[in-house]
């Protein structure tokens, strides 16, 4: 079991938590594929990200998932809620095995608030509101093409296993969702990148040839 102290050490994030906080808090590791939360429902914690990736989605006006970022640990999981009191913005998946440090908000408002962790969280909500929104339109002007790119790249960084998974035939329909395309688009761009030889396709995995030129026909679309 990770120690909690260590951890936050280790990110340079002790200081931002009492110790009655960190007495009440939990350790926690999801499966991959586990919702942490989900859109417009209420949550109760926040969760410190400290191993693991998530994925977050925003729900389109067609009600449908798609794809914001892929986001490595340390980060946090319902700041925005806890700041604002509102229901679940964007949902959170794992992705891979995912350890986190779970805070109830009571325990928060009763016992953390200090200057440095309320400076920590505003500068994190202002981030993270600011990089979405620049996602959100960036994924209206963007092609395909550039879209599917930037989500080999990003999702590249993680262990090959996890990499196999997500682009597996059994997934490949949920990341045309994702994408905003069809499951039959979706294939035929990703064999239009095999043909230029910018990644390998065999029944069991999607291998990456040229990251250098997939990074270029991403345009600056990734998912982190």
Not at 4 to 31: G, K, P
Not at 80 to 85: K, Q, R
Not at 159 to 177: C, G, P, T
Request: aromatic fraction near 8%.
């Amino acid at each position: 079991m990770m120690n909690i102290m260590d951890a936050l050490t280790r990110l340079q994030w002790n200081h931002l938590f009492s110790t009655e906080t960190l007495e009440a808090s939990s350790m926690v590791t999801y499966a991959s594929g586990t919702m942490l939360c989900s859109n417009d429902q209420q949550i109760e914690s926040l969760y410190v990200v400290l191993e693991g990736r998530v994925k977050i989605y925003t729900l389109s006006e067609e009600g449908k998932l798609r794809l914001l970022r892929l986001k490595a640990a340390p980060t946090l999981i319902g700041d925005i809620e806890y700041a604002s009191g509102r229901n679940v913005l964007h949902t959170v998946e794992a992705v891979g095995p995912v350890t986190c440090l779970r805070i109830p908000f009571e325990t928060l408002r009763r016992h953390n608030r200090t200057v440095e962790f309320t400076e920590h969280l505003l500068r994190g909500v202002s981030e993270k509101l600011f990089i979405e929104a620049n996602a959100s339109s960036n994924h209206l002007m963007s092609t395909l093409e550039e879209r599917l790119a930037g989500y080999l790249i990003s999702l590249s960084e993680s262990e090959n296993e996890l990499f196999q998974a997500e682009m597996s035939q059994l997934k490949r329909k949920e990341v045309a969702e994702w994408l905003g395309t069809s499951y039959r688009h979706l294939n035929r761009t990703l064999q239009a990148f095999v043909d230029e030889g910018l990644v390998k396709r065999t029944r069991k995995e999607v291998i990456i040839l040229n990251s250098e030129r997939l990074k270029e026909r991403a345009n600056g679309m990734f998912y982190e």
